[in-house]
């Protein structure tokens, strides 16, 4: 049987998510579970394959896999008991055979988040506008011998809280690409750049190469594969490291603020 499951992870201890020998990745960890519930013996013989990969130390809310398998029923249930708890399933499904995660999909949405947020929220979102359509992102991404041209779908900039977040929903994506498109958005916020700096590195060869921003703010938020999923409930392990994880982040911030009460963005009552 074809199975694909969703699954989010922690990307900060991982060496990105594709399969690099003797180092720790998200492909590694969810085979080498497998192996352990005898799903399947050879990763290549059972097809196993992700929607996409992501960088070190970029972070997955909607990472999507698939593999062939005898015993679906163990792999549904047991999974999420057997992967570390830095990643976990949230949904499966039953898919056909010609299922492929990464040419199935006909989008994937990104959310990158800046802290503080950098000034002029209303400028970066009308700035993003500027990325929708078909354009050549050789300055925004590291091409290589690929094609640079991509059609972004969707693009926006939003306050939440005390950040502000650059979503993005295009057909692919080349490497870097939405970190450097981030780290333009926040030149734009800041008063560095404008729209017309962004249209003006659309249009050609590279003029160019922008930077990429850090990858800790960046989140593989969605992907759309036309795949009706079946939710999994996370498992305790997960719940209990998430909650760490809140804790620990929130002492650090009250530490740094206590370390450093002059820095306006850490400012905190006494």
């Given at each position: 049987?074809?199975?694909?499951?969703?699954f989010?992870?922690?990307g900060?201890?991982?060496?990105?998510?594709?399969?690099?020998?003797?180092?720790?990745?998200?492909?590694g960890?969810?085979i080498e579970a497998?192996r352990?519930?005898?799903?399947?013996?050879?990763?290549?013989?059972?097809s196993?394959?992700t929607?996409?990969?992501?960088?070190?130390g970029?972070?997955a809310?909607?990472?999507?896999?698939s593999?062939?398998?005898d015993?679906p029923?163990?792999a549904?249930?047991?999974?999420n008991?057997?992967?570390?708890?830095?990643?976990?399933?949230t949904?499966?499904a039953?898919?056909?055979?010609r299922?492929?995660?990464?040419?199935?999909?006909?989008?994937?949405?990104?959310?990158?988040?800046?802290f503080?947020?950098?000034?002029?929220?209303?400028a970066?979102?009308?700035?993003?506008?500027e990325?929708?359509?078909?354009?050549?992102f050789?300055s925004f991404?590291?091409a290589?011998?690929?094609?640079?041209?991509?059609r972004?779908?969707a693009?926006r900039?939003?306050e939440?809280?005390p950040?502000a977040?650059?979503e993005?929903?295009?057909?692919?994506?080349l490497?870097?690409?939405?970190?450097?498109?981030?780290?333009?958005?926040?030149q734009?916020g800041?008063g560095?750049?404008?729209?017309g700096?962004?249209?003006?590195?659309?249009?050609?060869p590279?003029?160019?190469r922008i930077?990429?921003?850090?990858p800790?703010?960046?989140v593989?938020w969605?992907?759309d594969?036309?795949?009706s999923f079946?939710?999994?409930?996370?498992?305790?392990?997960s719940?209990?490291?998430?909650?760490?994880r809140?804790?620990?982040?929130?002492?650090m911030?009250?530490?740094s603020?206590r370390?450093?009460?002059?820095?306006?963005?850490?400012k905190?009552?006494?």
């Amino acid at each position: 049987m074809n199975l694909a499951f969703r699954f989010s992870y922690f990307g900060d201890r991982f060496f990105g998510s594709q399969m690099q020998p003797l180092l720790r990745t998200v492909e590694g960890e969810f085979i080498e579970a497998c192996r352990r519930l005898q799903l399947f013996d050879d990763w290549r013989e059972a097809s196993f394959v992700t929607a996409g990969r992501t960088d070190r130390g970029v972070h997955a809310r909607c990472q999507v896999c698939s593999f062939l398998t005898d015993k679906p029923d163990r792999a549904v249930a047991a999974l999420n008991q057997v992967l570390p708890a830095d990643i976990w399933c949230t949904a499966w499904a039953g898919v056909p055979d010609r299922f492929h995660p990464r040419y199935s999909a006909a989008s994937r949405t990104y959310r990158y988040y800046f802290f503080p947020a950098p000034g002029d929220v209303a400028a970066m979102h009308e700035a993003a506008q500027e990325f929708l359509g078909r354009h050549d992102f050789s300055s925004f991404a590291r091409a290589g011998d690929r094609n640079p041209e991509r059609r972004i779908l969707a693009a926006r900039v939003f306050e939440d809280g005390p950040f502000a977040v650059f979503e993005v929903t295009g057909e692919s994506f080349l490497w870097n690409m939405v970190r450097c498109m981030a780290t333009a958005l926040e030149q734009v916020g800041r008063g560095e750049a404008g729209a017309g700096e962004i249209a003006r590195l659309l249009t050609g060869p590279a003029k160019r190469r922008i930077p990429a921003a850090p990858p800790e703010g960046l989140v593989l938020w969605d992907i759309d594969c036309g795949v009706s999923f079946t939710p999994l409930p996370i498992d305790e392990k997960s719940r209990r490291h998430l909650a760490d994880r809140h804790r620990y982040h929130a002492l650090m911030a009250e530490v740094s603020a206590r370390l450093a009460p002059d820095t306006p963005q850490y400012k905190t009552s006494q």
